[in-house]
């Protein structure tokens, strides 16, 4: 349907727009398909002129108060990047800014396919940055922390 190109705190995506049957819209962000439920309704009649693209969020539990907004990450600090392996959801933020790491040390846990992966530190130093919440949902390739 529409395709665009987005660049996201230094993250490059590419959005391909499938399907919109009301509120529910069908997308495919860097390869990965998902349910997007839009708070109002596009018509497929009319030219889609402008989207903006949202991190994708859980949609509450029947009965349960949506979940506070997360704030804006901090811009990445002087150091190594740590990268997001693959694409999945934040479980666990490991560290923060001033803690010292070891190679090896866990610093975020990913949620992926259902498996809670270990992301590791691949160098010794003091967390410069994190660049992620618990909750957030991450691209490959999104850097989570800096260390210096």
């Known amino acids: 349907m529409a395709k665009y190109q987005y660049t996201i705190q230094g993250v490059d995506y590419d959005v391909e727009i499938n399907e919109i049957e009301g509120n529910l819209a069908k997308v495919n962000v860097n390869g990965i398909n998902f349910d997007v439920e839009l708070k109002q309704p596009i018509s497929t009649g009319k030219q889609i002129t402008k989207v903006k693209v949202e991190k994708p969020v859980a949609a509450p539990v029947q009965g349960e108060a949506p979940a506070p907004e997360q704030p804006a990450p901090v811009q990445a600090g002087s150091g190594t990047k740590v990268a997001a392996p693959l694409p999945g959801t934040i479980t666990e933020v490991c560290v923060k800014v001033g803690d010292a790491v070891a190679v090896g040390d866990t610093v975020v846990v990913l949620e992926a396919m259902k498996m809670q ?12 940055s994190v660049l992620v919440n618990k909750g957030d949902i991450v691209m490959e390739g999104a850097p989570l922390i800096t260390i210096g």
């Open 117 to 128: 992966n270990n992301i590791e530190a691949e160098n010794s130093g003091t967390v410069t």
